[in-house]
């Protein structure tokens, strides 16, 4: 079944502790992004990667480091956990950098203390 | 970026059709007409897009005004399932890279009663 997968679902941490979300795709898709939704702000992206090794920043990277490997995998990294990151979070991919259609991962409800 | 006008909510009978408008009144002659939606903060799920003509797929149909300053999306027959948060979107085209951006606002929460 084609589709993108988030790990952790569900996230508690505490601020300053590093943490990693991680986020893999069976599409073989060229084009992955990170987004954050927040009440009042709707989703908004955080960074996106157009291949391997080709990753720039959205509307709202602050706080915030990604990388890009493997084509499948696209984790997104906070290094330093702060409250105003609480947040749920999705990871996207579509087939290449036109982003005809995007699929949606499942989304990460992250709470930082 | 183009922005998108939503209502903030609308009902509609199951087995209706549901019309969702938007307007985009600054859209660029080459900015994409995106629908969108997200069910009780589910993954968003695509629905249909569109540049000038109207287009149909088996989920919806896209109409856009001929001025692209509005566009309406249809939902032919609502189910209770299509309850959900609709994002119309306008595609923006990031200049000096070759990737682009969608931009969700607040979208419209359609509530299909029984």
């Known amino acids: 079944e084609a589709q993108v997968t988030q790990n952790p679902r569900y996230l508690i941490t505490v601020t300053g502790k590093k943490l990693t979300v991680t986020c893999s795709q069976n599409m073989n898709h060229e084009y992955m992004s990170w987004y954050r939704q927040d009440p009042g702000l709707g989703l908004r992206q955080i960074y996106y990667?157009?291949?391997?090794?080709?990753?720039d920043k959205g509307d709202v990277p602050e706080g915030y480091k990604v990388s890009r490997k493997e084509k499948r995998n696209f984790p997104l990294i906070l290094e330093s956990p702060s409250p105003n990151q609480t947040s749920l979070y999705f990871c996207?991919?579509?087939?290449?950098?036109?982003?005809?259609?995007?699929?949606f991962g499942p989304g990460t409800r992250l709470l930082v203390l | 970026d183009a922005k998108t006008t939503q209502p903030p909510s609308m009902d509609c009978a199951e087995g209706r059709a549901a019309n969702l408008p938007c307007n985009h009144s600054?859209?660029?002659?080459?900015?994409?007409v995106y629908w969108y939606r997200q069910i009780h903060s589910q993954g968003p799920q695509y629905i249909i897009h569109?540049?000038?003509n109207n287009e149909t797929n088996e989920m919806a149909s896209l109409i856009i005004t001929e001025d692209r300053k509005s566009s309406t999306l249809i939902l032919p027959h609502a189910t209770l399932r299509d309850t959900a948060v609709y994002y119309c979107?306008?595609?923006?085209?990031?200049?000096?890279?070759?990737?682009?951006?969608?931009?969700f606002g607040e979208g419209t929460q359609l509530t299909v009663n029984p």
């Open positions: 600054t859209i660029s002659g080459n900015e994409y």
């Open positions: 990667s157009m291949n391997v090794e080709v990753t």
């Open positions: 996207a991919s579509s087939r290449d950098r036109a982003q005809e259609t995007q699929y």
């Open positions: 569109g540049l000038k």
């Open positions: 979107i306008a595609r923006t085209l990031l200049y000096g890279t070759s990737g682009s951006r969608l931009t």
